[in-house]
């Protein structure tokens, strides 16, 4: 028994959601739980694990299953683990299901050994905890590390904790055995989980990861999206690697239909590849994207441009101040010098030297503490001293850099790029030759994106298309929002036409610029100016404003406004 860590869950767990976040306690729908189990047990005598049993929603979905076949009503080849209490109290309420309490360890299950189970499992089935490793506490830490050094496992140490529930699945599977889990989006979107498919691929002749829409675990508090994972065929010992499909899937009803068809050899479902896999664009949507870029003049951002992180201060507060802040300190305006400040503070698509001028005049965090010039006045002496001398020998931002209080690059890039939007990116011309901290990206243009323009990139950036491919492949935070890192920024596609009317595109730039710059703008009708602008260079005949719908969908979909239900 370990309670340890189910200790240490109790006394973290408060109540209600901080204590289900802390044990990674969301429990899986009926329906779901059933495709899963439905699929999974093939015969009475499977030997079944569920490694964290929480709710009992497999275990009685995994009664149902057996039912079904006839089988004998006491359940004897059925084993599980949880670290939480109430999962014991209420396998204790469903006793009429014929488990044997043995069976069920309380015990964390990277501690559960194959010897604790009388023989292999052909099923491991369940929905384990999405643990970050940043909210990982110290018994869990020590708990991976000792599961690491017993089994010599390698993988991403920012691996979520579910990570390590599939791997060490994986120790108790016989040959032909089957996992079946409910996961995070992170499944498809994490870095850390590309080991984690090469692994699954390996070991299984065939691997179905369905990706859903739809939050299935809004209701309980956790705005998480999931992915279905199916593994098929396990192999201890394989020689080739097999087959995986990815699959989206707009609603939990479409699941079962999808698990069904599996087997057959023409899986008829949509798969691009992983492309939007984790998005919330509806399959058909993805397919009009694909058939929209096929006949537009498309250009990955990439080839026009490198996008890369501002300067990143160490201590924002510190460096970067307002006007009057610094003046109460003594420090002269010839020792500050302007950046880019978060990017809500910047309305519009164009930064002038005379709007740099009105935010700092309004009192705006945008001046850096500049301290290049040989000779430092005493005020800027005194607060450079007034810093923390720790901080100065042991932050890791400080070390990295010549002088501790010289964070500029000087660089100046072409423009600047939202990342992290409510709606979609906008990319923001810097005509005023300022840098910017890593509020915002910066964009450099190359020789080929000097010949397109920064303006007409700017535009198209703007347009239906170029936004749900955003959706398509941002990532989608806990908020609601879409975040693009420099990496999906390079890939967004943009509609670049050899031949456009630069005077209408000038003024079309200008008209947008003034209209954004107004409190509650209509994003809407800017897009639509862009898809009209360019449907008549392309005669395009309104294929962009069908984009628009598969947009606002998506959006709304992402923000948690509107289930979808296809
Ligand atoms: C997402 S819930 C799923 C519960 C159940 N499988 C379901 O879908 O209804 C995760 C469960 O993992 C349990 N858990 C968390 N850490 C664990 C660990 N190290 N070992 C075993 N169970 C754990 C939690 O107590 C919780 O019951």
């Not at 109790?10 to 739980?33: V, W």
């Not at 369940?126 to 990982?136: A, L, Q, T």
């Not at 979609?424 to 190359?446: C, K, Y």
Request: hydrophobic letters at 40%.
């Amino acid at each position: 028994m370990d309670s340890v860590l189910a200790d240490q869950a109790d006394r973290n767990s408060m109540h209600g959601l901080r204590r289900r976040k802390a044990l990674g306690a969301f429990y899986t729908p009926d329906l779901l739980s059933q495709v899963l189990a439905d699929w999974g047990i093939r015969q009475c005598a499977d030997i079944v694990i569920e490694p964290s049993f929480g709710g009992c929603t497999f275990l009685e979905a995994i009664s149902n299953k057996l039912g079904l076949l006839a089988c004998s009503s006491k359940v004897k080849n059925v084993f599980g683990c949880d670290i939480d209490i109430d999962a014991f109290n209420k396998l204790k309420g469903i006793q009429e299901l014929g488990y044997s309490e043995s069976n069920f360890h309380f015990k964390d299950f990277l501690k559960l050994d194959c010897s604790d189970i009388p023989s292999k499992a052909d099923l491991v089935i369940g929905n384990p905890p999405y643990i970050r490793h940043s909210h990982f506490s110290v018994e869990q830490r020590q708990s991976i590390e000792t599961w690491r050094e017993k089994y010599q496992v390698t993988y991403d140490a920012r691996s979520s904790l579910w990570v390590h529930f599939v791997l060490h699945s994986l120790n108790f599977l016989k040959e032909n055995g089957r996992l079946a889990f409910v996961l995070p989006g992170s499944f498809l979107s994490a870095d850390y989980s590309k080991n984690i498919h090469e692994t699954l691929n390996f070991k299984f002749s065939r691997v179905l990861a369905i990706s859903l829409s739809e939050r299935i675990f809004l209701e309980e508090g956790a705005e998480e999206r999931s992915v279905i994972l199916l593994c098929d065929g396990f192999r201890a010992e394989p020689n080739s690697s097999g087959e995986m499909h990815i699959v989206n899937c707009s609603s939990l009803s479409e699941v079962n239909n999808i698990v069904k068809a599996w087997p057959v050899q023409d899986f008829p479902f949509r798969n691009f590849g992983g492309l939007g896999a984790t998005s919330c664009v509806e399959s058909s949507s993805i397919e009009d994207f694909l058939a929209v870029s096929a006949a537009l003049p498309i250009k990955q951002f990439g080839h026009l441009a490198s996008i890369n992180i501002g300067i990143v201060t160490g201590d924002t507060k510190y460096f970067i101040r307002t006007a009057s802040d610094w003046a109460e300190r003594g420090i002269t305006r010839d020792h500050l010098r302007f950046v880019v400040p978060k990017v809500k503070d910047i309305p519009g698509i164009h930064l002038t030297p005379s709007q740099c001028q009105r935010l700092v005049d309004s009192g705006v965090r945008c001046l850096l503490l500049d301290t290049d010039a040989g000779n430092l006045p005493y005020p800027v002496l005194h607060y450079l001293n007034s810093y923390d001398e720790e901080k100065i020998r042991n932050l890791a931002t400080f070390k990295k850099r010549g002088v501790w209080h010289q964070p500029d690059d000087h660089k100046q890039p072409d423009g600047f790029l939202s990342f992290l939007t409510h709606n979609g990116p906008r990319l923001i011309v810097n005509s005023a030759r300022v840098n910017s901290t890593n509020s915002v990206h910066r964009v450099f243009l190359n020789l080929y994106g000097r010949d397109v323009g920064i303006k007409l990139i700017s535009i198209s950036l703007l347009s239906s298309y170029s936004q749900l491919h955003a959706e398509i492949i941002g990532r989608i935070c806990g908020s609601g929002a879409l975040k693009l890192e420099p990496k999906d920024a390079l890939r967004l596609q943009l509609i670049v036409p050899q031949n456009i009317d630069r005077a209408e595109l000038l003024s079309l730039f200008s008209s947008i610029n003034r209209h954004m710059k107004k409190e509650n703008f209509d994003e809407q009708s800017i897009r639509q100016d862009v898809d009209d602008f360019f449907d008549r260079s392309l005669n395009l005949n309104g294929a962009l404003s069908r984009l628009g719908v598969a947009l606002h969908r998506a959006r709304s979909s992402r923000r948690g406004e509107r289930l979808l239900n296809i």
